[in-house]
């Protein structure tokens, strides 16, 4: 099964920038509704963003104005683009997202996740 694999973590200082990047580890036909998640040390996993297969988007109170997630469906590749990074916003972020295994074959999927620590 295809997984989706996250990419772009790391240790950054309060206000600086971070993109992170979602994309499926083998072929697959096409990506549908997108979304990043984070869990920070001893916090259950919250919805950060997400984004339908028409590009809206939703975010968390807490990182709208500061977070802008995009799509590029030609990779079939998810982005999430982190500006303004407080020292809350760290945690160990996931991708999750429906993909189509053919034109009426979808199956969902997690990734591994990748750690985003932001010092103050």
């Known amino acids: 099964q295809v997984q989706l694999v996250e990419s772009g973590g790391g240790l950054v200082q309060a206000g600086g920038s971070l993109r992170l990047t979602c994309a499926p580890s083998?072929?697959?036909?096409?990506?549908?509704?997108m979304g990043w998640y984070r869990q920070a040390p001893g916090k259950q996993r919250e919805v950060v963003a997400t984004?339908?297969?028409?590009?809206?988007?939703n975010y968390v109170d807490s990182v709208k104005g500061r977070f802008t997630i995009t799509r590029d469906n030609a990779k079939n590749t998810v982005y999430l683009q982190m500006n303004s990074l407080k020292p809350e916003d760290t945690g160990v972020y996931y991708c999750?997202?429906?993909?189509?295994?053919?034109?009426?074959?979808?199956?969902?999927?997690w990734g591994q996740g990748t750690q985003v620590t932001v010092s103050s």
């Open positions: 999750n997202g429906v993909y189509y295994t053919s034109s009426y074959t979808t199956e969902n999927a």
């Open positions: 083998g072929n697959i036909f096409s990506i549908d509704a």
């Open positions: 984004i339908t297969a028409g590009g809206r988007t």
